[in-house]
């Protein structure tokens, strides 16, 4: 693994992977969207803001991040079925304040923690205030819940949602109806790739080696880190065929 330039408060990108985007089902689309409004404007709850850091959150932010998480997991799912892999449905199920699913997919008994970006993201970021020394993920682990992940698997989405709901001047809502929702959802065209992966030993080498973008620190000269977060560049990690491989064994 390979650190980030840095200068000054500025950390760039030196390790990347182009996107190859593959089309994602009509069908997922609309279940994950379906899900995402549930969650973010309807009975679900999610945290206003992340782990260690500062900015609210509004329900079409949340939105956002839903839709795009949810996504990520149904398509990392649907690659590991067409390389014959075992894998349960993500957790559909929508939750009250206070209660999360704790493992994102489970492939060939081996659990998997996903983590969705846009298209041009090169980063697998982890929130440093979310994990101990040992890479155990704190909520979990205090919840009582699985704290240890065997993989954690970056899947970049095109189009980026934020950008489609600021261009629509609906990212500072908190009201939104549904087919306005779906009526921009749809006139897209989406996409995903697997950015890459690690495993947990990789992960404890990040913590130990202190792989970290501080909090306020500048991503790439431009977006500000609301809060320190651990990394690894994607062109430092692993393509999903060697992720299957594994799987295999």
Partial sequence: MSKM??????????SKKVFRGIGIDDS???KVADFAYKMCFGEGHHRNHRTGGTLERGAAEKFCNTFQGKLAEICLLRAFSAAGLE???PN?????EGIWDDTDLVVAGKTVSVKSAAYFSNLLLLECADYDDSGNYLPNLVAGGTASYDYYVLVRISPDIKSIFKRERMMWLDNIS???????INSED????????INHRMLVDMIRCKYII???A????STRMDAANYYVQAGDMAGLEKLIEALRR
């Fill in 190 to 197: 989406w996409k995903y790739d697997v950015g890459g992966c």
């Fill in 178 to 184: 549904r087919e306005d929702v779906m009526r921009v």
């Fill in 218 to 221: 500048l991503l790439n000269g």
């Fill in 87 to 89: 894998c349960a449905e």
């Fill in 5 to 14: 330039t840095i200068s000054g408060d500025s950390y760039m990108i030196n």
């Fill in 214 to 216: 501080p909090k306020d």
């Fill in 28 to 30: 997922d689309i609309e």
């Fill in 92 to 96: 559909f199920d929508i939750y009250g």
